[in-house]
């Protein structure tokens, strides 16, 4: 039997006139990363793979691609009375570009300025189950301005994106944004524990792929009573639905209700209010 011509599933093969669609879009991104005084950061693709783990919950800690030792160190591995995956590992692909720029800032933190703005456009992968638009290997253009926790830094940032969907012709496009610190203090009202909080976020972040029905029954599955699930979902569907409201308005409405869910939670009313700032400049901003 022939071999396949077909790439492995997951994969693609880009094509000259594709490639050089794809360049042009890159191109337009890198310029305008570089207009906002952002610097270009290259890292390997593979890592540590302590590095790599633990850093995306159990669920993703899976879908890493993870790379064999090699030699005598993969003999003597293979020699213990207990092999697990992780015993016969020592590089993984790398998952995303976030903890690639943790470790290059932990390393090289000195040489870098104290407001660090970089960017990196460069394929990732993922050792998931190749579903309609979604694939193993995938470029990311990330952007992070690292040493400054101001909406002022975040607002560049949304700024930024919404200049480069300008200027490839994207319109009614939206930009969501979301705070790490309302969804721990949500998590904290709903009384999961801080030990669940990265596997409760892994389930939420799955609403595209398995619907809120899918989230709310994997909630239940944890063993998250009604009022907790309903206090962390009942907002996930709104978000598509602005009608005739105006952005402003929405976004107001929203974090309204955002802030009655959660009372007198401190680190929730600071995280509100940071993303009253950020809406504020993004609308200067514009």
């Not at 990265?198 to 239940?220: H, Q």
């Amino acid at each position: 039997m022939a071999p396949s011509t077909k790439p492995p599933s997951g994969f693609r093969d880009f094509l000259p006139g594709e490639v050089r669609l794809r360049n042009h879009v890159f191109g337009v991104i890198e310029e305008v990363y570089r207009s906002y005084g952002f610097e270009q950061l290259d890292t390997p693709a593979m890592e540590r793979l302590d590095t790599l783990l633990g850093k995306y919950g159990e669920e993703g800690d899976q879908l890493l691609f993870k790379v064999l030792m090699r030699g005598d160190k993969l003999t003597r591995a293979l020699e213990a009375d207990e092999v697990r995956d992780t015993d016969l590992c020592d590089m993984g692909l790398r998952y995303d570009l976030t903890v690639p720029l943790a470790r290059v800032y932990a390393q090289s933190r000195n040489e870098f300025p104290r407001i660090f703005k970089r960017f990196q456009i460069a394929p990732v992968w993922r050792a998931d189950r190749p579903q309609k638009g979604r694939f193993r290997e995938f470029y990311q253009c990330d952007v992070d301005i690292v040493g400054s926790t101001s909406m002022t830094v975040e607002a560049e940032v949304t700024s930024a994106l919404a200049e480069i969907l300008e200027r490839l012709n994207f319109e009614g496009f939206r930009i969501h944004v979301n705070h790490r610190k309302v969804l721990s203090a949500l998590m904290d009202v709903a009384g999961v524990g801080t030990d669940d909080h990265a596997v409760v976020l892994g389930t939420l972040d799955k609403m595209d792929k398995i619907g809120l029905d899918g989230v709310r029954g994997e909630l239940d599955a944890m063993g998250l009573d009604a009022a907790a699930i309903s206090l962390l979902t009942d907002q996930l569907p709104q978000v598509d639905e602005r009608g005739d409201r105006t952005v402003a308005a929405f976004n107001a409405e929203m974090l309204d209700k955002l802030e009655a869910r959660l009372g007198a939670n401190a680190d929730g009313a600071a995280a509100i209010a940071d993303l009253r700032r950020l809406l504020e400049l993004a609308s200067v901003s514009r």
